[in-house]
C-alpha cells in the first residue's frame, strides 16, 4: 500500500478568481473558481495519478470489490459510492444564495444524496463574512416561503469571518461564500444545489430553484463556527457528523500518524510543504495538494512545517 495522489478538476466559474493559481498550487496563471480534489462524482471524477492504477478514476477504484476494503475501508463496504467530495474554492465574486438538500429531499427530489459540509477558511479579506442561515425573524418555513427572491436577501445572516475558521454547514442551511474568500470545502458526495437568489446576474444558464429551496429548507440553521488553535504536534476536530470528521494538525518537526482500517483518510496540504514517509520510500507533500491514505496503509510518519487537514468517516 501507498499513499494514492490525484490529478485535480479545475472550473472555472463566472465568480472564480486567482487565487488558487497564485497562493495554493503550483501551476500556470488561469481563472478559477473550484479545484475539485477528491471527487467520484457524476460532475468530476478525479483520475488517479499513481502507476499501480494510473489512469483509474477514483469512482472506478471504489467500484472495484478486490480494492474496496483494504483502500477504503470496512465502513464503505455496503456503501454504491465513494461518500466525500472534497474541493478547494476561490470566490473573487459572490457565489449564489443556495440552499443543498437533506438526504430525504434529495431523495425525493433528484433521487440522490443530502450535502451536508464544511468550509475551512485558506485566506480572506479584512471585515470578510459569509451568509449563514436566516435571521431569527423568520419563524415558520411558511413565512419564508412567501418571500420573493428580492425579499430573501433582506432576512439573510451574516457571519463574520478569520482566516483559519471553520464553519459546519447541515444539509438545509441557507448560505453563501462572500467575495474575497479562500477555502477548501469538505462534504458528502452531492453537487445538488438551489439558488434562491444570484446577485442579478441574469445568466440563463443559472437559473434559480425557488420552489426546491423552499421546500428543503431548515430556517432554524445557521451553521457553527469553529476558531483555529495554536498547537503544534497534536491533532484537533474541526468538525463530525454523521457524514464525515474533520481533524487539523500543525506539523513542526516529525509527526507519526496512522491510518484506520474502518476508513480512509484524505490529507489536503494548507500551508507549508513537508513529506510523507512510508517502508523507505518519501512522497512529497505539497501546498494545495490533496492525498488519499488507503485504510490499511498502516503507520506512516510526516516531516516539515506543514498545516493539514484530515478527512474520514
Known sequence: MEPIFLKAIYKHNVWGGYNISEKLKNIPKIQIGESWEVSANQNGDTVILNKEYEGKTLSKLFQEKENRVKIFGTKTKDLDRFPLLVKYIDAN????????????????????????????????????????????????????????????????????????????????????????????EIQQNSDITYRVYDWNRNDENRPLHLKQAKEVVDIKSRGETVKDKECKNKIYNLCHNEYFYVDKVKIDGKFFYSSNKDSFQILNIVKGNGILKKNQKEYELKLGESILIPAMLGEYEIEGNIDILISYI
Open 93 to 184: 465574486e459572490n457565489l449564489s444564495v443556495q440552499v443543498h438538500p437533506n438526504d430525504f429531499y434529495a431523495k425525493k427530489l433528484e433521487n440522490g444524496v443530502g450535502k451536508t459540509e464544511l468550509w475551512h477558511i485558506l485566506d480572506c479579506k479584512k471585515d470578510a463574512k459569509i451568509i449563514c442561515g436566516l435571521k431569527e425573524d423568520i419563524t415558520t418555513k411558511e413565512e419564508f416561503s412567501n418571500l420573493t427572491e428580492n425579499e430573501i436577501i433582506n432576512h439573510l445572516k451574516y457571519l463574520s469571518i478569520n482566516k483559519g475558521d471553520t464553519i459546519c454547514i447541515k444539509a438545509g442551511t441557507i448560505h453563501a461564500i462572500m467575495k474575497n474568500t479562500l477555502l477548501c
